[in-house]
């Protein structure tokens, strides 16, 4: 027995001094900060074999670096584009790069003479996601219009091989989308109720797996080693096993949920043995051990001051990177990694590279701007049906921000009942404006009748003293997006319990610029499309009111996104009713990407 004892303890300690020299092995500090850029930092890239680094940023700067980080190539285009993505061929001859002269565009800049060869359309309204396949064969495009657009290399260009488009109701535009490590499944994921894996027969992608799953996924990542890939939701990272195997058709399934895992997961990137899992978070970048899928946690680095848009791993792992909504990129460094010298001249006019001597604490981006509620609930109407739960739930809500969220009672504005006639409301807009500084947020909760005229393709509210077939006494909601657009609030949130109000969304995308609370942001979250909506039992919430005030009631974390709110009312008003509430950014009212954050009251 004490032999066997201690044969075992022998074999443990073993086991765990090779955990513990992995561990060692990706310990990361603060090594070169890239800062001064006029935008976030969208994508930070090191290329297959670690002679270059891209980088790409919100005022549509693209710049080149080799190794020792000296700027040999940059380009600055319109910088309404927004920030695109960059991938390298595996050969390092070329990069490839998005939103080069319209957010259209895939650019191929070959390094060798830093010549543009090919420049094309890749998608009919925006190109939200660029992704190679490990071999350069394969270049996928997702666009904000549902479709994937799939080039294949051909001498020096790229020719169009497939389109694919989505037949997902409630699919609005890819967040990612990736290729296996084999090359022979294509992923793809985002606002939708799928995540979706094509398989290659012949240069042909074909759905061989749509898994359900209704939340929104931020980021994915295959394994390089392993049949499996990690998901990123809005607070859990989920991974997912092929079952089968390399079998004809996958089965792709759950295997480990990980919630709250640290906020937010912006990007996944793995080390080349698959050994550790990196992710783009909420302020910090996390560090993972593999370990077979079941995650062990191994550092935290907090080093950015916002949200952590894309990371990256040197090939060799001695170099992890980091880009930024705070307009910085960051160079980590092992420990293990061999001194070498890096070039310290300026990359950029304003941008400066500066080697760290000390730590950067995470921030809140919270900018001390106030909140205000607008309550907006008709029950008695004079024309139309009485209602049984408008104005209730709009008291509700308010009481419920109030006593629970950072809202005080001098910031509130009620419109009940007699009050609520289609002057008062524009009055209260118009109040709002003058109230409402470039800090502060407004939310808007409106609950009564709404109604919308196909043959205009205009929806409207209600107000009071509305009589039936005199739409010159409806408030239209064109009128209303208009009111808002004028109103300089950093977050408009517009939440409208009432029948067809999906019309106040259009029916274009949202660009790509990911959600934070430092842009300004105009969302919407209604309780339908163009349908007939439930007011509820008399004494009741109305069922969107009801889960909207749930989700406000249960909720116990400090700060959550707007979109946390919507995508959860989503669900469960969609599969307890026969509704289906809409929430997604206004457009052409100010969207610049952002979000509304809810904090509870300290």
Known sequence: MVKRYFKTLIAFLIILSSFSLSAQ????????????YNGIVRHFSYSP??????????????????????????????????????AFSPDEKYLIFSNYQSKKDIAILRISDKKIVQLFNAQPYMVTRITLSSDGNYLAVGGADKEINIFKWNLEKFEPLQKITFDDPDFQYIYSIKFSPDNNYLAACGIADNIYIYKKEKDVFSVAQAIPYKYWVYCLAFHPKESSFVIGTTDSTLIFNNSNGKSAKPNFTRKYKYGNTGGQNWDFAFSKDGKNLIAAKQYSVKIWNWNGGNLMDQSDLEMHKEDVLSVCLSPDNFYLLSSSVDKTAIVYKSSDAPDVAVNNQTPNKGVILVEDKKDNTPINSNLEGKNYLLAIGINKYKY??????????????KALLLSKYQFESNNVSELYDEEATYKSILDKLMQMKTKIGPNDNLLIYFSGHGFYNKDIDEGFWIP???????????????????????????????????????????????????????????????????EVVSDGQT????????????????????????????????????????????????????????????????
Do not use: M
Request: aromatic share 14%; with cysteine; proline share 3%.
């Open 25 to 36: 092995n990706f310990i990361f500090s603060k090594y070169k900060t890239l800062e001064g």
């Open 49 to 86: 074999k670690g002679n270059f680094v891209a980088i790409t940023v919100g005022d549509n700067t693209i710049e080149l670096y080799d190794n020792s980080f000296k700027k040999i190539w940059n380009y600055q285009g319109n910088s309404q584009n927004q920030a695109g993505e960059v």
């Open 384 to 397: 139309w049906p009485q209602l049984n739960n408008a104005t209730g739930d709009a008291k509700d809500v």
């Open 464 to 530: 009071v003293e509305a009589q039936k077939n005199q739409e010159t006494e409806f408030l239209p909601n064109s009128t209303l997006l208009k009111y808002l657009k004028a109103i300089n609030a950093k977050h408009i949130f517009l939440v409208a319990d009432a029948c067809f109000s999906g019309a106040l969304f259009s029916q274009g995308s949202r660009g790509y610029i990911d959600n934070v609370e430092k842009f300004k942001s105009r969302w919407g979250l209604t309780s339908g499309r163009l």
């Open 539 to 602: 004494g009741k919430n109305s069922p969107f009111a009801s889960y909207f005030i749930k989700f406000l009631t249960e909720n116990t974390k400090t700060q959550f996104s707007v979109s946390e709110l919507i995508q959860y009312v989503k669900i469960a008003v969609s599969n307890n009713s026969d509704q289906t509430p809409i929430g997604s950014p206004l457009k052409n009212v100010g969207d610049e990407g952002g979000e509304f954050i809810f904090y509870l009251k300290k």
